[in-house]
């Protein structure tokens, strides 16, 4: 088993445990032998000590015993009722103290528990015994002890039939006249009367010698209570250890959980660091018990929860509820706030987002549409209460979509302009493709509404057409009449004269014309000053008129110019201003048919001045009245078309007018002709000229 | 020496050829517009036709094409303009066999080009 194994295998914790148990039993079979062993000590001690207490209570009996025997004898009647058992007088050989010795060892032997229990003289003649056949004999000292004994004397002796440990017990009853260290003494002539003051005098029988005249008490009792020791003793050791062995095992049990919990949730990450387990759930233990386990598995649960709901949102490529959760509505709202359109396709062609500009081009409910594809879109017929217009750049607009999806692994967005020429509108199509792996044949299509755009290139390309042919019309003629003259080939006098005169009106139409594209390029910055000064309107009218009356006759046009009777001058720009009735006239007369009219008109009107052109015109359709002032707008009408024009005349009259505190306003009916009405402050201009006037 | 008919709305212009074809011996014949043209055409014979492309009505691209397709006719025709977009102009004149000129000019080509096209007319 490797060292790695031993920590993550899961039985390596039991057999931790199971060693732990045995040091700990091995332990407490140790501390329990010594407290077991002591414990047997201290009541053998104890047992001694109560026997000899018990040895030395008879003693002192047994010379109670004496005492009386020796009052006895001084008073014969005294002893007769003292010695009242008839045990001691029924014995033989029994003296009067022996009887009462007998008596006393009677009533305590079965106290003391001795096996033998005898009452000696000095010569070791038995006076009283248990055994009562030992009575009168002499037993031989077979202890090691000294004999007599001073004082308690406890030896060890056996006796057959008894295995056990037994302690022999002496101690003097009544003392020798001699003490026994002076036996030897008195034996060599001590005095008998010397008896220590403590013991009592035996009473000395006749013939008998000092030595004998001690009485003792011998006592063979087991050394250690012959009942042993008792389960009870041991009890309070076995409940601790039994305890104590419970908790640790407990303990033991509760670690060791807490530890396999957490190798199986090691064992468990590794299989994953594997790749073994690709579903997070199989990761789940099974059988959790523990807290860390559950803990894990809730961990788990949650993780491939989330996990799932990624994945989810990844399946569906749910852009808007990302958008929604993470940005919140604000992104929404921005995305709303655009003018362009942008639809969200999945790889199926399932509308996953679109927003409202997108919703309107598409006529329908950005919320009903979402996850409908576009061919579901496309056949879905006319839009819910939109009209046939709607319905049709739906049609155009999925159409152009659909064809344009982008391949598989293309990553170029695709750009593409969709005319509806039936709604005068254009749109400029991106269809991006999401290059992210999991966004993986996902677009994101914009639509921007170009035609204003649009209409504005084609408005400046077709004036920068015109300008060039305007421009080249003059040029042409001085050209070809220079050539004519510089040729030598016609000297007639009159055709000279006629080609000097077309260069010089030729020339001067070039340079209106360049002179109105530079207003037109100094208006649009705005740049462009007034020169004022006093004008003459009669004759700036005049001038104008004079101008075009070529043109007039050639196209057989009844040119009339109205002035009243008294026209003040008027302060402005004369050249800026005979620009405006140049242009103005130069239309009447291009718009009018041959056999028509043209009426120029001047009157005071309140405050202000009023010029008046009226032709009998093709006249200005309704829709087009406005558009006819804008620049490089032209009627759509064909015959205006037809001739050729920049669309800056009038753009520029009206700019020149207004510039001037006025304005130009356009009564037209189709086919009936137009009335241009210029509108010039009065007021101004005599307020200017005063001011000119006291400034001059 | 030809009878050559001119559609131009540009009055000078058609002064000013015709001064210079009248020198050159040629009769001009006059029309505003492809309208006019084509009833000077079916009027009488016709040598060459100068036609320009802007004109108010017909214009003169129209008329090649009724002089071609329509009425049938071969006769040489020499086209000028002032548009821009003369390119376009010359690949949509060129399947009628026609070339442009384009404006401004200088008369003298335009007499001299007149020239080798009636030249070339009578060739074949």
């Known amino acids: ?696 | 020496m030809a009878v050559i008919l001119i559609a131009e709305d540009e009055l000078h212009i058609v002064r000013v050829l015709s001064l210079w074809l009248h020198r050159h011996g040629h009769r001009i014949v006059e029309a505003r517009n492809g309208v006019e043209a084509l009833q000077r055409l079916d009027e009488e014979p016709v040598e060459l036709v100068i036609s320009d492309v802007n004109m108010p009505g017909m214009d003169g691209l129209a008329l090649v094409k009724a002089i071609r397709e329509d009425r049938g006719l071969k006769v040489p025709v020499l086209m000028l303009s002032a548009r821009c977009d003369q390119m376009q102009l010359s690949k949509q004149i060129r399947s009628y066999g026609i070339q442009l000129f384009p404006k401004p000019f200088v008369p003298s080509q335009i007499v001299e080009e007149i020239d080798r096209l009636l030249q070339a007319a009578a060739a074949s």
């Open chain 1, 1 to 696: 088993m490797s060292f790695k194994r031993f920590w993550t295998a899961e039985e390596v914790p039991r057999w931790f445990g199971l060693s732990v148990v045995l040091i700990y039993l091995i332990s407490l079979g140790a501390v329990g032998y010594l407290g077991v062993h002591d414990a047997r000590l201290r009541a053998a001690q104890q047992y001694r000590a109560q026997t000899a207490y018990a040895v030395e209570l008879l003693a002192s009996r047994l010379a109670a015993a004496s005492r009386e025997a020796s009052d006895a004898l001084a008073v014969p009647g005294e002893a007769e009722a003292a010695t009242g058992s008839g045990d001691a007088r029924r014995t033989p050989g029994i003296t009067e103290p022996g009887a009462r010795y007998q008596r006393a060892l009677r009533e305590f032997a079965a106290q003391i528990g001795t096996l033998e229990l005898r009452v000696l003289d000095g010569r070791r003649r038995v006076l009283a015994a248990t055994d009562t056949l030992e009575i009168g004999s002499t037993l031989p000292n077979e202890a090691t002890g000294p004999w007599p004994p001073t004082a308690l004397q406890v030896t060890e002796t056996a006796l057959p039939g008894h295995p056990e440990s037994l302690g022999l017990y002496r101690i003097p009853v009544v003392r020798a006249t001699r003490t026994p260290a002076v036996t030897t003494a008195v034996k060599s002539g001590g005095k008998a009367e010397e008896r220590p003051a403590a013991a009592p005098t035996a009473p000395l029988e006749a013939g008998a010698d000092a030595e004998a005249s001690g009485v003792y008490l011998e006592a063979i009792v087991p050394l250690e209570p012959t009942h042993g020791l008792s389960l009870a003793d041991y009890s309070g050791g076995l409940a601790l250890g039994l305890v104590a062995c419970g908790a640790l095992f407990a303990v033991y049990r509760a670690l060791r959980g807490q530890l396999r919990g957490v190798v199986r949730i090691a064992g468990r990450l590794q299989q994953r660091s594997l790749g073994i387990e690709e579903d997070l759930r199989a990761l789940c233990i099974t059988d959790a018990k523990d807290a860390a386990t559950r803990a894990w598995n809730q961990l788990v649960e949650l993780t491939a929860s989330l996990q799932t709901e990624v994945e989810r949102t990844r399946a569906n490529g749910e852009l808007s509820r990302v958008l929604e959760r993470t940005a919140g509505q604000g992104m929404n709202e921005a995305l709303n706030a655009l003018p362009d359109g942008i639809i969200y396709l999945n790889n199926e062609g399932a509308i996953q987002y679109l927003n409202t500009p997108a919703g309107r081009l598409l006529g329908c409910d950005t919320d009903k549409v979402k996850g409908i594809t576009l061919v579901e879109l496309e056949t879905a017929g006319e839009p819910e209460g939109g009209s046939a217009r709607a319905g049709l750049l739906r049609q155009r607009l999925v159409a152009m979509i659909r064809q344009n999806l982008p391949a598989e692994g293309v990553a170029d967005a695709v750009n593409q302009l969709l005319e509806v020429s039936e709604l005068n509108s254009s749109y400029r199509v991106s269809i991006v493709p999401l290059t992210d792996a999991r966004h993986e044949g996902e677009c994101v299509v914009l639509v921007r509404d170009v035609s204003q755009q649009l209409r504005a290139d084609r408005a400046r390309e077709e004036f920068v057409a015109q300008v060039t042919h305007e421009l080249r019309t003059p040029l042409t003629n001085i050209r070809a009449y220079a050539e004519t003259l510089s040729s030598g080939m016609f000297d007639d006098p009159k055709v000279v004269t006629e080609c000097y005169n077309v260069i010089t009106k030729e020339t001067r139409r070039l340079s209106r014309l360049i002179e109105d594209i530079l207003s037109v390029s100094q208006m649009e910055v705005g740049t462009i000053e007034l020169v004022e000064d006093k004008v003459d309107l009669k004759a700036l009218l005049t001038d104008g008129v004079r101008d075009v009356r070529g043109l007039a006759d050639e196209k057989n046009i009844d040119l009339q110019l109205v002035l009243p009777a008294k026209l003040e001058a008027v302060q402005g720009d004369r050249d800026k201003l005979a620009v405006v009735v140049n242009n103005l006239l130069g239309n009447a007369l291009k718009y009018t048919p041959a056999g028509g009219s043209v009426v120029v008109g001047c009157q005071l009107n309140h405050n202000e001045l009023v010029l008046t052109f009226k032709d009998t015109g093709i006249g200005i359709a309704p829709a087009d009245q406005e558009r006819v002032f804008e620049k490089f707008q032209r009627g759509n009408d064909p015959a205006v078309l037809a001739e050729a024009g920049t669309g800056i005349g009038l753009y520029t009259a009206r700019e020149i007018v207004r510039r001037h505190g006025g304005d130009i306003s356009l009564m037209s009916k189709p086919g009936e002709g137009s009335t241009f009405i210029v509108r010039l402050p009065h007021e101004r201009s005599r307020a200017s000229s005063l001011s000119s006037v006291a400034g001059a």
